[in-house]
């Protein structure tokens, strides 16, 4: 990868922001991230299947909710072709599929779920959520800053899946609670959110 001054990068992002997030990815992340590329890449493969996984999962916990089965299935797709697409740039760079370890964020996240439903249902839902909110803002920093063209190219163009899969999970929230309680709540975990990214994790992650 061809250097990069990242003192002179301007990392005030004009990208559309969703409102759900309560702090923007500070600049430290996206130098952290460009200056490891490769292991962003495998990462990103890693979310893009877990993202699938956390879709089946709905689906199989609550069967029942036919609107959410029928949108979820369409995400699950989508995840898991984005999937395969993150793989393929795995295979030009001759980076191999492996596990990396996770760092704090997703499990911070999950630790704010309540156990009972239905409060469990629309703790998941909101987290997932605000985790796809999150990669549709740090997927766009990516595309703005990313010295290579053609893999910036790439990020942009997953950009609007990502803001559409935020939609659609907050759209099933207030489908199924009252509006008040959904964002009531979807403030709470969106300050935790935050929270979690408020200190750079050492090792470089889509969510760290």
């Known amino acids: 990868m061809e250097n990069v001054d990242f003192t002179t990068l301007n990392f005030v992002s004009s990208l559309p922001t969703i409102n759900a997030l309560k702090q923007p990815t500070s600049s430290?992340?996206?130098?952290q991230a460009i200056a490891n590329l490769n292991i962003i890449l495998l990462d990103h493969a890693q979310c893009e299947r877990k993202a699938a996984g956390v879709a089946l999962n709905f689906m199989f916990r609550y069967p029942s909710n036919t609107k959410m089965v029928r949108e979820l299935t369409a995400i699950a797709r989508e995840e898991l072709e984005h999937f395969e697409l993150v793989n393929q740039w795995l295979e030009r760079r001759n980076i191999p599929l492996g596990p990396l370890p996770p760092p704090p964020y997703g499990a911070g996240l999950k630790a704010q779920v309540r156990p009972k439903e239905p409060e469990r249902f629309l703790d998941s839902m909101l987290v997932t959520g605000l985790i796809e909110a999150r990669s549709h803002e740090r997927l766009g920093l990516l595309a703005t800053h990313c010295p290579e063209p053609e893999l910036a190219q790439f990020y942009r163009g997953l950009m609007a899946s990502e803001a559409r899969h935020y939609g659609t999970y907050?759209?099933?929230a207030d489908t199924y609670f009252d509006r008040e309680v959904v964002m009531t709540r979807l403030d709470e975990?969106?300050?935790v959110e935050s929270e979690l990214l408020a200190t750079l994790h050492s090792e470089p992650r889509i969510h760290s």
């Open 189 to 191: 975990l969106a300050v």
């Open 170 to 172: 907050w759209v099933l």
């Open 28 to 31: 430290a992340w996206v130098a």
